[in-house]
């Protein structure tokens, strides 16, 4: 069995990101294990535009930006295995299966989840109807229109107004298909605004909130499907079904992290996000085990993905130079309070941290004119003015180290989204 000082499981950007800080910060002896025979992840089927405006200042295509980093990679002579994929993770040790080595064993000394995420597939809708041809989830018809060169249909409908709903909306018109509608459930879109305005606005193409499809007709090839308006508890409201003819459904109701490994080696799951717990250090609830990007929860934009891996490559490779360091102090809890969903991480300690650290967070729903607050226990110090919060935009604060040593008996950070 092959010793190695960290195992990056996952080569797309998140991969990429950790492995590249875990060399820069001194690890030699890493390892990147990718099941698919590609690096790159999920970007490689994105060929739109709109990624790296912040790590670039340039819109780049996913390829491009996934590139920059592999040339990066490749540079600094960081190894990597393809079409290998890992099964289990106990006690540090890494189990996969490879096209080219058969079955193969690593004992790390760290590990960093990169695994990514999936799609919500149709089962877990319960959409009454046979289960004809021409019902695919959006990334799925994204990779065959991208990459595979096949044509999913002609006449679309597509559930949900995540960005994988959205950005597709827009790419099958491009190829000559007639996007009729998207249906959200929700009062209001779960994508970004701007892929509202350049993916829809601009093509014509309705966005019909608060609608749900509540059947499906054709039994072989997909022929219609019928949508109804909702009500508050997102429940049909009976005499608003309207049916509209179509040749194929696409469905982009929601990614789930991949968190098969992680959950059966024993680390704690956050509910809210379907990803680890993690500390500051973006450590899980198991020592030396660190997760970034979209395993860990839900991203908008790569930037922000790129940028928390970074972070895990560097905490990794100090557990692996220094051990885990001893703290004085203790680990603080952030409290996602009145419109705040969820942060991550979950906890910070002033002594273990850089000297600063970026929490994640998003709302429960959408909030206009109003401000992100955050507050050490009963005092308000930091209080952003935003025009607009929604679910699918990610916000973030940076809390310094400095603040945190000052703030003498601090036992709670709590982020509350208020009119002033
Ligand atoms: C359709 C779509 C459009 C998007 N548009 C934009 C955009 O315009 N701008 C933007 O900034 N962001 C966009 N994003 C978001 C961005 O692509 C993601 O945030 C980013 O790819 C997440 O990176 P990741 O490394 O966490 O996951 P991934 O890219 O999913 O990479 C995870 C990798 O882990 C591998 N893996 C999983 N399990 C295993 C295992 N057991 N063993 C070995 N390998 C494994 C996978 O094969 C994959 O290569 C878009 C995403 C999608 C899906």
């Known amino acids: 069995m092959e010793n190695i000082d960290v195992i990056i499981i996952g080569g797309g950007p998140a991969g990429l990101a950790a492995a590249i800080e875990a060399k820069k910060a001194g690890v030699d002896n890493l390892l990147i294990l990718e099941r698919d025979s590609d690096l790159g992840g999920i970007l490689n089927q994105c060929i739109h535009n709109g990624f790296g405006l912040h790590t670039f200042q340039e819109e780049l295509t996913g390829p491009e930006y996934a590139g920059r980093f592999i040339k990066e990679l490749k540079a600094l002579q960081i190894p990597y295995k393809l079409n290998t994929m890992v099964i289990e993770i106990k006690d540090k040790i890494v189990t996969a299966v490879s096209r080219q080595e058969g079955y193969v064993e690593y004992k790390a000394k760290a590990?960093?989840?990169?695994?990514?995420?999936?799609?919500?597939?149709?089962?877990?809708?319960?959409?009454?109807?046979?289960?004809?041809?021409?019902?695919?989830?959006?990334?799925?018809?994204?990779?065959?229109?991208?990459?595979?060169?096949?044509?999913?249909?002609?006449?679309?409908?597509?559930?949900?107004?995540?960005?994988?709903?959205?950005?597709?909306?827009?790419?099958?018109?491009?190829?000559?298909?007639?996007?009729?509608?998207?249906?959200?459930?929700?009062?209001?879109?779960g994508g970004l605004k701007r892929n509202i305005v350049q993916c829809l606005d601009d093509y014509g193409i309705p966005l019909k909130l608060s609608h749900t499809v509540t059947g499906i007709d054709?039994?072989?090839?997909?022929?219609?499907?019928?949508?109804?308006?909702?009500?508050?508890?997102?429940?049909?409201?009976?005499?608003?079904?309207?049916?509209?003819?179509?040749?194929?459904?696409?469905?982009?109701?929601?990614?789930?992290?991949?968190?098969?490994?992680?959950?059966?080696?024993?680390?704690?799951?956050?509910?809210?996000?379907?990803?680890?717990?993690?500390?500051?250090?973006?450590?899980?609830?198991?020592?030396?085990?660190?997760?970034?990007?979209?395993?860990?929860?839900?991203h908008d934009l790569v930037d922000y993905v790129s940028e928390e891996a970074g972070h895990a490559g560097r905490s990794a490779a100090q557990y692996v130079k220094n051990g885990r360091p001893e703290t004085a102090g203790k680990d603080i809890p952030l409290i996602p309070s009145d419109g705040i969903r969820y942060t991550v991480p979950r906890t910070v300690n002033a002594d273990r941290m850089e000297e600063t650290a970026v929490i994640r967070m998003r709302t429960d729903g959408v909030y206009k004119n109003c401000y992100l607050n955050v507050y050490f226990g009963a005092d308000r110090v930091i209080h952003k003015k935003r025009m607009v919060m929604t679910p699918g935009e990610m916000e973030e604060i940076t809390l310094k180290k400095q603040d945190l040593k000052a703030a003498a008996g601090l036992d709670r950070i709590i982020f509350r989204v208020e009119e002033q």
Not at 124 to 152: D, H, K, W
Not at 226 to 249: H, M, N, Q, W
Not at 261 to 275: A, F, H, K, N, R
């Open 111 to 189: 590990i960093i989840l990169a695994m990514g995420c999936r799609e919500r597939p149709r089962g877990a809708l319960n959409i009454p109807g046979f289960r004809p041809a021409g019902i695919y989830s959006a990334g799925t018809a994204q990779r065959l229109v991208n990459i595979e060169g096949f044509m999913p249909g002609r006449e679309v409908v597509i559930l949900g107004s995540g960005d994988i709903g959205l950005i597709m909306a827009r790419r099958m018109t491009l190829e000559g298909a007639k996007v009729k509608l998207v249906a959200e459930l929700m009062p209001y879109s």
């Open 218 to 298: 054709g039994k072989d090839r997909l022929r219609g499907v019928f949508i109804s308006r909702v009500d508050e508890a997102r429940k049909p409201i009976a005499g608003t079904e309207e049916y509209i003819s179509c040749d194929t459904l696409l469905l982009s109701v929601g990614l789930i992290p991949e968190n098969e490994l992680s959950q059966d080696m024993g680390v704690e799951i956050e509910p809210l996000t379907s990803g680890p717990v993690v500390n500051e250090s973006l450590e899980t609830s198991q020592e030396g085990i660190y997760a970034c990007g979209n395993v860990l929860h839900v």
